[in-house]
């Protein structure tokens, strides 16, 4: 049984050839892409056997000033506070665009889709980065989400998460029985597609491009060292929206994911291992074969 539904946005008109009589004509088609709810997602997940009983058993460092997860930080603490009583799941967004067809070929972007991903992390490490543990969210044409934008597509995951908020999930499982009330708790994806989601300048010869600090370009490609004055944060996030200058602030708009309670863009730290560390500053050594002979033996 699939879970996803189909979300109409709007309509387009196609124009096409009516073959019987050699005109053209004008048909209306809309413009949608798939959801998976996300309350249906979850329940289905967390009643999964072993699922919540290594959520339970999930905690942060047992030595105290150890940080040895994310539920040792700070941005933990402050999401979980007043929340006694109730066990929060916390959810990663994870959002990319992929071609389905060849890259190189006549047919590149035509058929260029944006998938929308969530993940718990709560689950120990070792299951994290597995691919059972990554679950579809949403898919939508790029050339509808460039027409639509992107806060279109997150509205219906905004006003589930903020329902599931108030009410949770109600798990009926072997390891667990009772209600968990999910959060997002960080976005990642790479720096163009994260940059559209919550909201910062999408072009990175913007004069503040960065969604960690107010730094200008030109200061940037020389620093060295951090400004904690530069910092963005609440308060300083709210000003430039009241500014509504993209040029001034490197804000386009207020992203709709601030809608949800315990979240906020400015407090979106976590940055994508793979597009910036094995795809951009540091990526890994390719070891390339190459034979050579020694008393008449190869080696590879």
Not at 168 to 177: A, H, K, L, Q, V
Request: net charge negative; with cysteine.
């Amino acid at each position: 049984m699939t879970l996803s539904e189909e979300k109409v946005l709007g309509q387009s008109i196609n124009f096409q050839i009516d073959r019987a009589e050699g005109v053209p004509m004008q048909i209306p088609k809309d413009d949608t892409f798939q959801y998976v709810p996300i309350s249906k997602l979850l329940k289905r997940v967390l009643e999964q056997k072993g699922m919540m009983s290594s959520i339970m058993e999930t905690q942060g460092s047992l030595k105290e000033n150890e940080l040895s997860s994310f539920l040792d930080g700070d941005l933990e603490k402050k999401c979980t506070e007043n929340c006694e009583g109730i066990k929060n799941i916390h959810l990663l967004l994870y959002s990319d665009e992929f071609e389905t067809s060849n890259p190189l070929g006549s047919k590149k972007s035509i058929h260029k889709l944006c998938a929308f991903y969530v993940s718990v992390l709560n689950l120990p490490r070792d299951m994290q980065s597995s691919l059972n543990n990554i679950h579809l969210l949403a898919l939508v044409n790029s050339k509808i989400l460039s027409k639509y934008g992107m806060d279109a597509i997150l509205y219906q995951f905004v006003e589930d998460m903020k329902d599931l908020y108030l009410h949770g999930i109600s798990i009926d499982c072997p390891d667990y029985s009772g209600v968990v009330r999910p959060q997002l708790f960080q976005v990642i994806g790479d720096n163009l597609g994260l940059h559209n989601m919550l909201g910062y300048a999408g072009s990175f010869s913007a004069n503040y491009y960065c969604r960690f600090c107010k730094m200008h370009r030109s200061n940037a490609a020389g620093a060295l060292q951090e400004d904690v004055g530069l910092l963005r944060d609440k308060e300083s996030y709210n000003k430039d929206i009241a500014t509504a200058n993209l040029t001034q602030t490197g804000l386009a708009r207020s992203s709709l994911l601030n809608y949800l309670p315990k979240y906020h863009v400015s407090q979106n730290f976590a940055v994508d291992i793979m597009h910036d560390i094995f795809e951009g500053v540091a990526p890994p050594h390719r070891y390339t074969p190459h034979s050579h002979t020694h008393t008449g033996t190869t080696v590879a």
